[in-house]
C-alpha cells in the first residue's frame, strides 16, 4: 500500500485548500484514516482522524474549520481547510492505520504535502 497526498501550496490566511491521501493497492478494511501536521522546530500533531465506524476526531485548533471525509471506493481521505491561520502552516501527512491487505494488517503514511498561510 502507498499513499500519495496532494493538494498543499501557498494560500492567504483566511483562503481554504484541500488535501487529498489516495492509496493504492489492495484494501479490504482500515480502523482509521486521517491527517497529522508538522510544524517547523514541533513535533507531529494529529488534525483529524476519521474511523471505520464514522467516528471523528479533530484537535481543538482545527474544530470548526478542517473538515474530514473519506471516498471509500476510491480509497481517498480529504481534508477541507477553511479559515486557514498562519498557525496551521507545516507539512501535512496522511496516515491509514489498521490496514487489512492480502498481506496482513499495517500503518501507512504518506510523504507529505506543505501548505504554507501568508498573513
Known amino acids: 500500500v502507498q499513499l500519495q497526498a496532494s493538494g498543499g501550496g501557498l494560500v492567504q490566511s483566511g483562503g481554504s485548500l484541500r488535501l487529498s491521501c489516495a492509496a493504492s493497492?489492495?484494501?479490504?478494511?482500515?480502523?482509521?484514516m486521517g491527517w497529522y501536521r508538522q510544524a517547523p522546530g514541533k513535533q507531529r500533531e494529529l488534525v483529524a482522524r476519521?474511523?471505520?465506524?464514522?467516528?471523528?476526531d479533530y484537535a481543538d485548533s482545527v474544530k470548526g474549520r478542517f473538515t474530514i471525509s473519506r471516498d471509500n471506493n476510491k480509497n481517498t481521505v480529504y481534508l477541507q481547510m477553511n479559515s486557514l491561520e498562519s498557525q496551521d502552516t507545516a507539512v501535512y501527512y496522511c496516515?491509514?492505520?489498521?490496514?487489512?491487505?492480502?498481506?496482513?494488517?499495517?500503518?501507512?503514511w504518506g510523504r507529505g504535502t506543505l501548505v504554507t498561510v501568508s498573513s
Open positions: 476519521l474511523f471505520a465506524s464514522r467516528n471523528i
Open positions: 496516515n491509514f492505520r489498521g490496514v487489512l491487505t492480502p498481506t496482513g494488517i499495517g500503518d501507512y
Open positions: 493497492g489492495t484494501i479490504f478494511n482500515f480502523n482509521s
